[in-house]
């Protein structure tokens, strides 16, 4: 065989021998925690989170964000290895997953939004939950002017009067369900309202809740199960090196609908706030709802991250772009549900 031919031969297997190795995996949480409601299915319950570690613990092997992009860096395999990350910086990643953490000696990423740290409102996406998916009397009508617009809702009688027993019979009810499935005017509210809170500006957004705050009749504060960490609790987070803080930006907007300086500012600024919290280079990055464009991810680069996580849903290969990590989102499965998912993803084409 000619020298040439051999190179190409030696390619071709190369690149299967990569194709169909079971490669690594970026697991994506957002909490550990048990709540009334959770309409994004955003918690993994403490108990099946531990069971999620115990899985990993005996059978994979558990590395953190920093080597994975270091690996690749080197290009060094991952065959195998699982890193953990959480995104938006809910308290409860402190009190209820670090200890899980600790527990097994595992690693975690856990990527914070700055602009929640000393802000005394929940996660606006919470909010709406807080406003709308609780038992509770609300007016039967809502009008709302969004960028000219003006839109109006009908909630009638039985969902502004919603009662516990309706609210326990839909508790389960997610955003993924079928719109044409919602079961009261109140989640039909929901998603209507998070669809065009998602599309307009910060500022707006902001005076849009008060406007429903004050619609509601309800109280300003923020419910202790779904609060975001505190500034002192950041640096408790990261003390001990096991858990690594990332940034999540200062807003958690839509990065692509930005204009470059207001993505620099986005990226820069959240970086530039954690390091002053802990005390240490902050060196990983994930892109709010995984949206980016090629232009985010140099800007990425530019600031002085070393790595950034998406939300393509992929496992992680020799080839894979180290400000474009893909990562696998994690439900709240039992550790054998769990178990067969990390198989699939490792050994199948995702």
């Not at 000696?105 to 807080?130: G, H, K, M, S, Y």
């Not at 002017?145 to 839909?170: C, H, M, P, V």
């Not at 600024?269 to 005390?279: A, H, N, R, Y």
């Not at 990983?284 to 995984?290: E, I, L, M, Q, V």
Request: neutral net charge; glycine residues 4%; contains cysteine.
């Amino acid at each position: 065989m000619r020298i040439r031919e051999l190179g190409r031969a030696k390619l071709v297997a190369k690149r299967i021998i990569n194709r169909f190795a079971p490669g690594g995996i970026i697991l994506l949480y957002h909490r550990v925690a048990s709540v009334p409601s959770d309409p994004f299915k955003l918690c993994v319950k403490p108990h099946h989170f531990a069971q999620h570690l115990e899985v990993l613990k005996q059978h994979y092997q558990p590395v953190s964000l920093q080597q994975i992009a270091q690996a690749l860096k080197d290009g060094n395999s991952v065959n195998r290895w699982v890193a953990i990350t959480f995104d938006d910086g809910y308290a409860d990643n402190l009190y209820n997953a670090k200890p899980l953490l600790e527990k097994y000696d595992i690693p975690a990423t856990v990527f914070v939004t700055t602009a929640n740290l000393e802000n005394e409102q929940e996660f606006w996406w919470d909010e709406l939950d807080r406003l709308l998916l609780q038992p509770g009397t609300l007016p039967k009508t809502l009008s709302l002017s969004i960028n000219g617009n003006t839109y109006k809702w009908d909630l009638g009688e039985a969902a502004a009067n919603y009662s516990e027993e309706a609210f326990e019979r839909n508790r389960t009810w997610t955003w993924y369900a079928p719109e044409n499935t919602d079961p009261s005017e109140r989640h039909h509210l929901y998603r209507k309202l998070y669809q065009l809170l998602d599309s307009v500006s910060i500022p707006e957004r902001q005076k849009l809740l008060g406007e429903l705050l004050v619609w509601s009749g309800k109280e300003s504060f923020r419910r202790s199960t779904h609060r975001s960490l505190f500034p002192a609790e950041v640096y408790t987070l990261q003390e001990d090196s096991l858990v690594e803080v990332g940034a999540h930006t200062v807003n958690h907007p839509f990065l692509s609908k930005l204009s470059v300086t207001k993505q620099q500012y986005e990226l820069q600024q959240s970086k530039t706030c954690l390091e002053q919290l802990i005390g240490r280079p902050v060196s990983s990055f994930a892109y709010p709802h995984g949206d980016y464009t090629a232009q985010t991810a140099a800007i990425a680069c530019e600031v002085g991250f070393t790595c950034a996580c998406s939300t393509v849903p992929n496992k992680v290969r020799s080839n894979s772009n180290f400000f474009q990590l893909p990562r696998l989102e994690v439900q709240d499965w039992n550790g054998e549900e769990f178990a067969k998912q990390l198989t699939k993803w490792l050994y199948f084409e995702t």
